[in-house]
Structures are given as structure tokens and as C-alpha cells.
Nanobody
Framework: QVQLVESGGGLVQAGGSLRLSCAAS????????MGWFRQAPGKERHSVAA????????YYADSVKGRFTISRDNAKNTVYLQMNSLKPEDTAVYYC????????????????WGQGTQVTVSS
């Protein structure tokens, strides 16, 4: 289990970009798969992107594929979500997640969650 702190959220115009960061604490960070989830107002939380511990495998929800990129820097214990071509429907609280099992991160059944960071995209 690791502790996660998200940052980088904010208010942007449609078509703009943001990069979210998730700083992880814990000696086993490099062994954890990481992911990003989001929850829009009145909707359920769902997976946005995931990345294996090595970075060799990635997953993207269809709604963000081609626009978002997940990456990680294990030396900095940080995972990123680069969000380009943002749309109003991307507005949500974004959560970082971590688990030792990549499949659980994709599914959202994870051990550790961050507190979330708000992303608001204006139209």
C-alpha cells in the first residue's frame, strides 16, 4: 500500500491541456501499477488510464484515447496524466490509484487511492 497525492488540476478552456501529477510514497512504488480515474458530478467513478509498473503496458478508456497519455517516472515516484484537447465532458474529480496488480488497476479494484484533484473544462 502506498500514499498518493494528486496535483495539477484546475480550470481550462475547451481544447486546452493540463498535466496531472500523482506523487507516491512507499518503497514499493516501482512494483505498483498506477492508474487515473475520474468521477463527474452525478456519475460513477470510472477508469481513465492505467500503466503497468514497468510502463510497458497502458490502458485508456475509449473516451480519452488519443487525447490523454499516462506515463510514470519511477525515479521520482510519480505518475502523470497528460490531457490534451480537453472537452467539457472531461470535467470531473480525477483520482490517482495504485495496486500491485495491473488488472485490478484497470478494473478499479485497487489498494490505494489519492484524494483527487478537480479538473474543470469550460465550454
Amino acid at each position: 500500500q502506498v500514499q498518493l497525492v494528486e496535483s495539477g488540476g484546475g480550470l481550462v478552456q475547451a481544447g486546452g491541456s493540463l498535466r496531472l501529477s500523482c506523487a507516491a510514497s512507499g518503497r514499493t512504488f516501482s512494483n505498483y501499477a498506477m492508474g487515473w480515474f475520474r468521477q463527474a458530478p452525478g456519475k460513477e467513478r470510472h477508469s481513465v488510464a492505467a500503466i503497468s509498473w514497468s510502463g510497458s503496458s497502458t490502458y485508456y478508456a475509449d473516451s480519452v484515447k488519443g487525447r490523454f497519455t499516462i506515463s510514470r517516472d519511477n525515479a521520482k515516484n510519480t505518475v502523470y496524466l497528460q490531457m490534451n484537447s480537453l472537452k467539457p465532458e472531461d470535467t470531473a474529480v480525477y483520482y490517482c490509484a495504485a495496486d500491485g496488480n495491473y488488472a485490478r488497476v484497470v478494473r478499479g479494484t485497487v489498494v490505494s487511492w489519492g484524494q483527487g484533484t478537480q479538473v474543470t473544462v469550460s465550454s
